[in-house]
């Protein structure tokens, strides 16, 4: 069965995290694309540095909080930045090894950003995704 979803990005800049990560998602089938992001920046770029955002919008990208660089914390600025329609459509989640209450609270004035800790599970995998794209799935 195909994967209800069209598009996952996921920014993490630990190779192993992202490999398993990617192998979780490839076997469940809950995407046809998987891109994978080492610097948060480059995501972002990548994402909605063309166009109006809109076009190549993902419907579901993960960030870890602590990166090199532009920081996940960083990255959900620059995501709140983007005018709502593009924010619509792609649902935020923030995958993290922290548990630290200023992390968590820091990502709590983000709107509709999810927050996962890590690893990625199916079981956190099949919340997230009931939680946010149930319509998705019922149709797929």
Do not use: C
């Not at 192998?23 to 046809?32: F, Q, Y």
């Not at 329609?85 to 990502?107: F, G, I, N, Y």
């Amino acid at each position: 069965m195909p994967g209800p979803l069209t598009h996952i990005v996921l920014v993490d800049d630990n190779e192993t995290t992202s490999f398993l990560n990617n192998r979780l998602l490839a076997r469940l089938g809950t995407a046809r694309q998987v891109s994978t992001f080492a610097r948060a920046d480059e995501a972002f770029e990548a994402v909605w540095g063309h166009d109006d955002g809109t076009a190549a919008a993902p419907d579901l990208v993960f960030v870890d909080l602590k990166m090199p660089g532009v920081s996940g914390f960083e990255f959900l600025q620059m995501y709140t930045a983007l005018p709502a329609p593009v924010q619509e459509k792609t649902v935020m989640a923030v995958l993290t090894t922290s548990l630290h209450s200023a992390d968590t609270a820091r990502v709590a004035q983000y709107p509709n950003v999810e927050y996962l800790t890590k690893p990625l599970t199916e079981e956190k995998l099949e919340k997230l995704l009931a939680k946010r794209f149930a319509g998705n799935l019922a149709a797929a």
